[in-house]
C-alpha cells in the first residue's frame, strides 16, 4: 500500500493537541464497542500531561489536509517510549498506522536510540497484530492501568551511522513535514 500521500506534522500546538484528543477519543470508543466517543475535554488532559514530560512530542498524520492518526513519544537516554497511538476509525487499513511506526522508528534512529518500548491493552489484538507486523515484540511484563490489563511490546534497532541519518534529514520536504510547536 503506498503511504506517500500521508504527511506527518511534529506540532505540540493546541490545534494538533485537539485533533490528536478527538482521534483518541473516535478510536477508543470503536476499540471499546461504545455508543460514542467520549467527549474531546476527557481526552485532552492526558495528552496534555504526557507533553509535558521532558522529551516529549507529539506527531500528527494527515490525509488530504485531514488528521487522521498520531504518535506521542517521549525520548530518553536509552529508550524511545511510545505513549498514545491512534489511528482514526475512519482511516483504519489505510497504512496511517504503518506509517506512523515506521515515522517512529526513524525518529529513535535519528536520536541514536536502539530501543523502543510501549504498553497495550492486553486483549487489544487490533493493534497487537498492526505492532507485530512493524517488528514489535510482546513480552512477559504485565500491568494494571485504568482497570485493564496492559502488555509491555518491545523493538530492537539497528543505529544508523552519521552518514545514515544525515541521509534521512537530507530527504525532500514530502517526507516528513516539521512545524514548530
Given at each position: 500500500?503506498?503511504?506517500?500521500?500521508?504527511?506527518?506534522?511534529?506540532?505540540?500546538?493546541?490545534?494538533?493537541?485537539?485533533?490528536?484528543?478527538?482521534?483518541?477519543a473516535r478510536a477508543t470508543a470503536?476499540?471499546?464497542?461504545?455508543?460514542?466517543?467520549?467527549?474531546?475535554?476527557?481526552?485532552?488532559?492526558?495528552?496534555?500531561?504526557?507533553?509535558?514530560?521532558?522529551?516529549?512530542?507529539?506527531?500528527?498524520?494527515?490525509?488530504?489536509?485531514?488528521?487522521?492518526?498520531?504518535?506521542?513519544?517521549?525520548?530518553?537516554?536509552?529508550?524511545?517510549?511510545?505513549?498514545?497511538?491512534?489511528?482514526?476509525?475512519?482511516?483504519?487499513?489505510?497504512?496511517?498506522?504503518?506509517?506512523?511506526?515506521?515515522?517512529?522508528?526513524?525518529?529513535?534512529?535519528?536520536?541514536?536510540?536502539?530501543?523502543?518500548?510501549?504498553?497495550?491493552?492486553?486483549?487489544?489484538?487490533?493493534?497487537?497484530q498492526v505492532y507485530e507486523r512493524?517488528?514489535?515484540?510482546?513480552?512477559?511484563?504485565?500491568?494494571?492501568?485504568?482497570?485493564?490489563?496492559?502488555?509491555?511490546?518491545?523493538?530492537?534497532?539497528?543505529?544508523?551511522?552519521?552518514?545514515?541519518?544525515?541521509?534521512?534529514?537530507?530527504?525532500?520536504?514530502?517526507?516528513?513535514?516539521?512545524?514548530?510547536?
Open positions: 500500500m503506498d503511504t506517500s500521500a500521508i504527511k506527518i506534522v511534529r506540532d505540540g500546538g493546541v490545534e494538533s493537541q485537539r485533533a490528536a484528543a478527538s482521534i483518541w470503536e476499540r471499546d464497542n461504545l455508543l460514542g466517543p467520549a467527549p474531546l475535554e476527557e481526552k485532552l488532559p492526558g495528552i496534555q500531561h504526557r507533553l509535558s514530560t521532558a522529551g516529549s512530542s507529539l506527531h500528527v498524520a494527515h490525509l488530504r489536509g485531514e488528521a487522521v492518526g498520531f504518535v506521542l513519544v517521549v525520548t530518553g537516554e536509552a529508550v524511545l517510549e511510545l505513549v498514545y497511538f491512534a489511528v482514526d476509525p475512519e482511516s483504519w487499513g489505510a497504512g496511517v498506522g504503518r506509517r506512523l511506526l515506521t515515522h517512529v522508528d526513524d525518529l529513535a534512529r535519528l536520536a541514536g536510540i536502539g530501543s523502543l518500548e510501549l504498553w497495550v491493552i492486553d486483549d487489544n489484538e487490533r493493534a497487537i512493524s517488528g514489535w515484540t510482546p513480552t512477559e511484563d504485565l500491568k494494571i492501568s485504568a482497570g485493564r490489563l496492559e502488555r509491555r511490546l518491545v523493538k530492537s534497532l539497528t543505529v544508523l551511522t552519521l552518514g545514515e541519518m544525515l541521509q534521512i534529514q537530507q530527504l525532500p520536504p514530502s517526507h516528513d513535514e516539521v512545524a514548530d510547536g
